[in-house]
């Protein structure tokens, strides 16, 4: 079974400029949650969808927004990026809450 | 505030002997944990978890016990392998919360198993 995958696997973008990250969960998998994790830190929630509807928020800025689709599948999207914001994307997916299926990240950079 | 704290950034162990990496919690309201292997360029891995209401949990070379009272839970590799040698996080969660607030991690210990 195809696991999590992510697309891109790696982007270079400009401060001020706006970026999409792709997931497609495991089949079957109705839950998806979105992580980011910063050079020599823990992954840190985002933001967790389950059909298709938010269920819950980390302590990120109004930037970063998400959505997921009919298919399970998510976007996350981050406007007006800021040097900061360089990181790891990590997504994963879940049959349910104890277990979570990560993606192999989305590498962004900001210059 | 970290409320997962991870404090040995890096653990070496000779192969074939005990790894054993430490987690602390200030939680209290965290009820469920999990520990995931991380190598360079995949996602993290899961390994095994464990509730709350159990003080121990066994899956094969891997064992996690946790002590509530302290807010400590430590994961035990035996015997300890070449492909052992990763970052493993520590990870809990409000399960009775239904899981929303998603995974809180600690910064992870690199575990390098010395042939």
């Known amino acids: 079974d195809a696991g999590v995958t992510q697309s891109p696997t790696h982007l270079i973008k400009t401060r001020g400029q706006q970026v999409t990250l792709r997931c497609s969960p495991i089949s079957g998998h109705k839950s998806v949650s979105w992580y980011q994790q910063v050079l020599g830190q823990g992954p840190q929630f985002i933001f967790q969808y389950y059909e298709k509807e938010e269920r819950g928020r980390g302590n990120f800025p109004d930037r970063f927004s998400a959505r997921q689709f009919p298919n399970y599948s998510s976007e996350l999207n981050v406007n007006a990026l800021l040097l900061g914001d360089s990181a790891l994307y990590l997504c994963?997916?879940?049959?349910?809450?104890?277990?979570?299926?990560f993606g192999p990240g989305t590498r962004l950079t900001v210059t | 505030d970290q409320q997962v704290k991870q404090n040995s950034p890096s653990l070496s162990v000779q192969e074939g002997r005990i790894s054993i990496l430490n987690c602390d919690y200030t939680n209290s309201m965290f009820d469920y944990f999990l520990w995931y292997k991380k190598y360079p360029a995949e996602g993290p891995t899961f390994l095994i978890s464990i509730s709350s209401i159990k003080d121990k949990n066994e899956d094969g070379r891997f064992t996690v016990f946790l002590n509530k009272s302290a807010k400590h839970l430590s994961l035990h590799i035996v015997p300890s392998q070449p492909g052992d040698s990763a970052v493993y996080f520590c990870?809990?969660?409000?399960?009775?919360?239904?899981?929303?607030?998603?995974?809180?991690f600690g910064k992870g210990t690199h575990l390098i198993i010395q042939p």
């Open positions: 994963a997916s879940s049959p349910r809450v104890d277990e979570q299926y």
């Open positions: 990870a809990a969660d409000m399960y009775s919360g239904g899981g929303a607030d998603g995974l809180t």
